[in-house]
């Protein structure tokens, strides 16, 4: 069983960045692909970003576009996400989940969360 774990996040102005890492471990964990998705108080989860299996195409959520850079090291079987000029409405819970796809319904495992406050 894969199991996903998310870290970086924090208190920031906005303004400001941060870089979120999602490390995947268990004996199937390698080669596995993931994608980002964040959750706001009162708010259903939502799609932020992901990449193609081979690393070719990234895709991002209209309300993070030119912000935010998914890339992952396939080495460490980690997902990142660099988040730049980071807005109070980027505040949520991010989370990734096992599968290239915007679709939260597609997919079958969850990190814990790490939770990200932007403050204006």
């Known amino acids: 069983q894969v199991q996903l774990a998310e870290s970086g996040g924090g208190l920031v102005q906005a303004g400001g960045s941060l870089r979120l890492s999602c490390d995947a471990s268990?004996?199937?964990?390698?080669?596995?692909?993931m994608s980002w998705f964040r959750q706001a108080p009162g708010k259903e989860r939502e799609f932020v970003a992901t990449?193609?299996?081979?690393?070719?195409?990234?895709y991002y959520a209209d309300s993070v576009k030119g912000r935010f850079t998914v890339s992952r090291d396939d080495a460490k079987n980690t997902l990142y996400l660099q988040m730049n000029n980071l807005k109070p409405e980027d505040t949520a819970v991010y989370y990734c989940?096992?599968?290239?796809?915007?679709?939260?319904?597609?997919?079958?495992?969850w990190g814990q969360g790490t939770q990200v406050t932007v403050s204006s």
């Open positions: 989940g096992d599968g290239a796809t915007e679709d939260a319904a597609r997919i079958n495992i």
């Open positions: 268990g004996p199937t964990s390698s080669g596995i692909v």
């Open positions: 990449m193609s299996w081979d690393g070719g195409s990234s």
